[in-house]
Each structure stands twice: as C-alpha cells, then as structure tokens.
C-alpha cells in the first residue's frame, strides 16, 4: 500500500508564506507525477500545481509567479512553496500522485489527507 502524508499547512496573514510538503511512503516502484490540489468549502477541488518525473511542470493560472513547486525523487517527496498568499488561497491542499507499486503493472493514483492553509486579510 502507499501512503502520502502531507506537512506544512497554517494560518499565514496575506502576503506571507507557506511552504507545503508531501512525502509518499510503502511499496513505491516508480512515481510519475506528483503534484497539489486544492479544495476551498463548497468548491471542486481544482490542479494548484504538478511536476512529472521528466521535470515538466503545470501550474494553475492563477498561482503563476506566486508557488513553486519541487521534487526529491530519491526521498519520494514533493513540496510547494507558496509566496505572496492571498486571503483566496485559503483551503485544503491535497497531495496527488500516481505511482508504480512494487511488482505491480499498472499504475494507480493517490491521494493525501489534506492540510488546511488559511490566509488572513
């Protein structure tokens, strides 16, 4: 089984920082991309960023130029940094990813528990 357990999450006044991570543990043979959802109350939850295993990234619109997100591939972790956050921000953040088990043959997607970022005016 593998498990994504995300870290990071707070209370942050707008224009402050958060730095979000995401490590995925169990019988991991291969991750393809890993990457942030986010989900505010009474929305869908919507792409915040992604990264593949080949370095390509995606970023929702309306996060460009504010989070970065990175990977270590040998620790299986993922990390959003999050710059300038704004009070629309606020939700709870899901780690995504899709991965190759140990002597498995198809690939399955995963999901953390969530974090909850608040932004404060």
């Known amino acids: 089984q593998v498990q994504l357990v995300e870290s990071g999450g707070g209370l942050v006044q707008a224009g402050g920082s958060l730095r979000l991570s995401c490590a995925a543990s169990g019988n991991i043979f291969s991750i393809n991309v890993m990457g942030w959802y986010r989900q505010a109350p009474g929305k869908q939850r919507n792409l915040v960023a992604r990264?593949?295993?080949?370095?390509?990234?995606d970023y929702a619109d309306s996060v460009k130029g504010r989070f970065t997100i990175s990977r270590n591939n040998a620790k299986n972790t993922v990390y959003l940094q999050m710059n300038s956050l704004k009070p629309e921000d606020t939700a709870v953040y899901y780690c995504?990813?899709?991965?190759?088990?140990?002597?498995?043959?198809?690939?399955?997607?995963?999901w953390g528990q969530g974090t909850q970022v608040t932004v404060s005016s």
């Open positions: 995504n990813a899709d991965v190759l088990t140990v002597g498995g043959i198809r690939w399955y997607n995963y």
């Open positions: 990264m593949y295993s080949d370095g390509s990234l």
